[in-house]
């Protein structure tokens, strides 16, 4: 199980930061990932850690999205930086590949 929060409304060029707390599983072993979802479009990835705390991003994200894990409070974290109103979305995690269940998720809203 996955439980997300931290999102909110915030201005273009603003900044949050996301957490997400897993259970259910052994935290240390997958990869982790943290993916967004707008109504109408499929769910994407945009940020990937492994338990090795490698990371990689989506294009989109890359130099304002920064991903982290704590391993023994079985948290994930994602700091988002310079906000454009494209990131707007429901932000989930999940292990990377994703397993069948996720979160509520937590909305990002970035508008003037």
């Known amino acids: 199980q996955f439980a997300e929060t931290g999102g909110g409304f915030v201005q273009p060029g603003g900044s949050l930061r996301l957490s997400c707390v897993a259970s259910?599983?052994?935290?240390?072993?997958?990869?982790m990932a943290w993916y967004r979802q707008t109504p109408g479009s499929e769910r994407e990835l945009i940020a990937g850690?492994?338990?090795?705390?490698?990371?990689e991003y989506a294009d989109s994200v890359s130099g304002r999205f920064t991903i982290s894990r704590d391993n023994v409070r079985n948290t994930a974290y994602r700091q988002m930086n310079n906000l454009e109103p494209g990131d707007a979305s429901v932000y989930y995690c999940?292990?990377?590949?994703?397993?069948?269940?996720w979160g509520q998720g937590t909305r990002v809203t970035v508008s003037a």
């Open positions: 850690i492994t338990n090795r705390d490698e990371v």
């Open positions: 259910g599983f052994d935290f240390n072993m997958p990869s």
């Open positions: 999940n292990m990377r590949p994703p397993g069948a269940s």
